[in-house]
């Protein structure tokens, strides 16, 4: 068996580690607004935020390329300020974070339309702030849907390619997630190197989904219980 460097597994670790952290505080507060409130243009908005769901990564790899790369328009202004996103690790984050988005915020959505507003409103009678209920009452009430949420997209963005080729481009030692090491390895006729990786990354998402499922099942055991009790 050959020797393996372990670092494209770390790397994919730590992209993945930020973006979902990213994607959960930008996804529950977007959600939450935009799940009481009705307003001119709300569709469309909506509709944006999951079309990374359903485009081609390449295409959301391309769209982020022209808006972060030097000409563009976010991208200018951080090439004025020293900060590099183009061919650097930080970039996969970006492309990462915004492929894995629509599943965090339309787990959280779909969770935050369960809740009965009027456990919220006995609440804030009984002289809780907004921001209190919020955290005491609203979170633990939609935690289940924002954990699977939470779950998916961690998935989503351990295993991204498309997006990340396009704006990270494949540096060895620096944007090579597992993702990029399986496609160039192959490319250069390296099976078994890209096996090894296939097998780690299957690992990863299998035992990821496994985990929520069995989570689920307990919860939904537990609830069934008291609710007999």
């Known amino acids: 068996?050959?020797?393996?460097?372990?670092?494209?597994?770390?790397?994919?670790?730590?992209?993945?580690?930020?973006?979902?952290?990213?994607?959960?505080?930008?996804?529950?507060?977007?959600?939450?607004?935009?799940?009481?409130?009705?307003?001119?243009?709300?569709?469309?908005?909506?509709?944006?935020?999951?079309?990374?769901?359903?485009?081609?990564p390449t295409v959301v790899g391309f769209g982020l390329l022209v808006i972060f790369g030097k000409n563009g328009f976010i991208g200018s202004w951080l090439h004025q300020h020293g900060i590099q996103l183009i061919f650097d690790w930080k970039g996969a984050v970006v492309a990462s974070t915004i492929v894995s988005f629509p599943l965090m915020y339309q787990s959280a959505q779909a969770a935050f339309k369960t809740i009965d507003e009027r456990l919220e409103l006995a609440a804030l009678t009984m002289g809780a702030s907004r921001l209190k209920v919020f955290f005491t009452?609203?979170?633990?009430?939609?935690?289940?849907?924002?954990?699977?949420?939470l779950v998916l997209a961690f998935a989503r963005a351990l295993g991204e390619f498309g997006a990340t080729l396009m704006l990270a481009g494949y540096i060895p030692g620096k944007t090579d997630t597992i993702s990029m090491v399986i496609y160039f390895s192959v490319q250069q006729g390296k099976m078994e190197q890209a096996t090894f990786w296939v097998v780690i990354i299957v690992a990863l998402g299998l035992s990821t989904i496994m985990w929520l499922n069995w989570w689920t099942k307990r919860n939904l055991r537990r609830f069934e219980y008291e609710e007999n009790k």
């Open 137 to 149: 009452v609203t979170i633990p009430l939609v935690w289940p849907g924002l954990l699977a949420g």
């Open 1 to 56: 068996m050959f020797d393996q460097d372990l670092a494209p597994l770390f790397l994919s670790l730590k992209i993945a580690g930020i973006s979902i952290c990213i994607v959960f505080v930008t996804g529950v507060l977007l959600a939450r607004f935009l799940s009481r409130r009705e307003f001119f243009g709300k569709n469309f908005l909506e509709s944006l935020f999951l079309l990374p769901l359903v485009l081609p």
